[in-house]
């Protein structure tokens, strides 16, 4: 059974770049993800998407956006990178049901890309 | 927004000892999951407890809704238990939040 998997393991870019980083979900999963870990710090939420949609999203600005493909994968674009957004990003995915709340279902997560700003 | 805190936010053990960590949320929830980090970063799923107990080997957990809190318990402490665990709720607004975590550190 494939769990999530993610690319690349570690990236470093300079300030005011700009990142694509990819997530496939589990087999069988159709939603996906995305989180920050900051060091030392719990995931924070981005944003997730369902059905090629962003249906939710936490408090980060819109130089973070996203993907999601007919696959199900996903990717996580970040614009003019700044030294703050130095993180491990976490993909994960679930299997959407009929609950109404996106936020009650379980949720496995990916190893990480490790990004780092300069 | 809801609150998520877990205590203790360090606990330094010999192998062999139990252990109880604790997440206390400020609102209804209809998800709470435990999770390990690894020291790779990687989330390793421990449970899925909205509500009620589940036993998985040395690792138990029981999330009383009604009174905001869940408890996650490792028996027979391993060093290869050492790590941060993370308690992570769903609720009304729709969106997943993550506690600060429990680092765990298992002496030989």
């Known amino acids: 059974d494939a769990g999530v998997t993610q690319s690349p393991t570690h990236l470093i870019k300079t300030r005011g770049q700009q990142v694509t980083l990819r997530c496939s979900p589990k087999s069988g999963h159709d939603t996906v993800s995305w989180y920050q870990q900051a060091l030392g710090q719990g995931p924070q939420f981005i944003f997730q998407?369902?059905?090629?949609?962003?249906?939710q999203r936490g408090n980060f600005p819109d130089r973070f956006s996203g993907h999601q493909f007919p696959n199900y994968s996903s990717e996580l674009n970040v614009n003019a990178l700044l030294l703050g957004d130095s993180a491990l990003y976490l993909c994960a995915s679930s299997l959407t049901g009929t609950s109404t709340f996106y936020s009650s279902y379980e949720q496995y997560f990916g190893p990480g890309t490790r990004l780092t700003v300069t | 927004g809801i609150q998520v805190e877990q205590s203790p936010p360090d606990l330094i053990l010999q192998e062999g000892a139990n252990s109880t960590l604790r997440c206390n949320f400020s609102?209804?929830?209809?998800?709470l999951q435990w999770f390990h980090q690894n020291p790779w970063g990687q989330l390793i799923n421990l449970f899925y407890i909205p509500s009620g107990t589940k036993q998985n080997g040395r690792l138990s957990a029981t999330t009383v809704a009604t009174e905001r809190y869940s408890l996650l318990y490792i028996s027979s402490s391993q060093t290869t238990d050492s790590g941060v665990y993370f308690c992570a709720v769903g609720n009304r607004d729709d969106k997943i939040i993550f506690g600060k975590g429990t680092r765990l550190h298992i002496l030989p």
């Open positions: 609102d209804s929830v209809n998800n």
């Open positions: 998407y369902y059905e090629e949609e962003e249906r």
